[in-house]
């Protein structure tokens, strides 16, 4: 028996300090998933107390023969699709916000801080992928998981999973593509 599921049991029979065990176990890949996918540090933060408050809420149901971390994972990924799903209803990019004040905006290159910028054309082209696909390459390319860990925790076919990794990198080369030929740098996803 694996220790989570040890843990597990006890959650089971009220031990509030085998939440605190899980929780100090996972805290960081739940807060790295949801912080990747969300972009929100402070959601984030909210994301990783509701994940554990639902560890809690439903203990009971959690089969002890199975590993943790998928049920988390699936937890954080539902989460963070709601979260984003009523973010997105009420948000107007800032961009129309300007254009419709004052016209187009005009821009301008500005000086690199090359690593920063690469990373933040990264994530800025990574934010603007399909809600599948944006998960898929983080639970893939942040979290190292497996193909079948993914299509466990979002309950869909490998195949599906290779779909949305396949069409999500094709969207950030395409994104990228004319980062890459301004700053020369290459993207590289395998």
């Known amino acids: 028996m694996s220790d989570d599921a040890r843990l597990i049991l006890r959650l089971q029979s009220g031990d509030l300090e085998a ?3 899980l929780y100090d176990r996972h805290r960081l890949p739940v807060f790295r998933t ?3 996918i969300i972009q929100d540090q402070e959601a984030a933060e909210d994301i990783l107390q509701e994940v554990f408050l639902r560890l809690h809420q439903y ?3 959690i089969d002890t023969s199975l590993p943790l971390s998928p049920w988390l994972y699936r937890v954080t990924v539902n989460l963070s699709y709601t979260y984003v799903t009523r973010r997105n209803k009420w948000r107007v990019p800032l961009e129309d916000f300007v254009d419709q004040l004052i016209g187009p905006a005009k821009y301008s290159p500005e000086p690199e801080a090359e690593r920063h910028d690469d990373l933040r054309r ?3 082209a990574i934010d603007t992928l399909p809600f599948n696909q944006r998960v898929a390459i983080v639970l893939y390319y942040l ?3 497996s193909l079948q ?3 466990d925790i979002l309950s869909v076919p490998v195949g ?6 396949h069409y999500g990198r094709e969207n950030l080369r395409r994104q990228l593509a004319g980062a890459a030929q301004t700053s020369e740098v290459q993207y590289e996803f395998t």
């Not at 599906?160 to 990794?165: E, H, I, N, P, Y």
């Open 143 to 145: 979290n190292d998981l």
């Open 34 to 36: 949801a912080l990747a």
């Open 19 to 21: 939440l605190g065990q």
């Open 160 to 165: 599906t999973v290779k779909s949305r990794l």
């Open 122 to 124: 990264m994530q800025k």
């Open 149 to 151: 860990e993914i299509g």
């Open 59 to 61: 203990a009971h149901r």
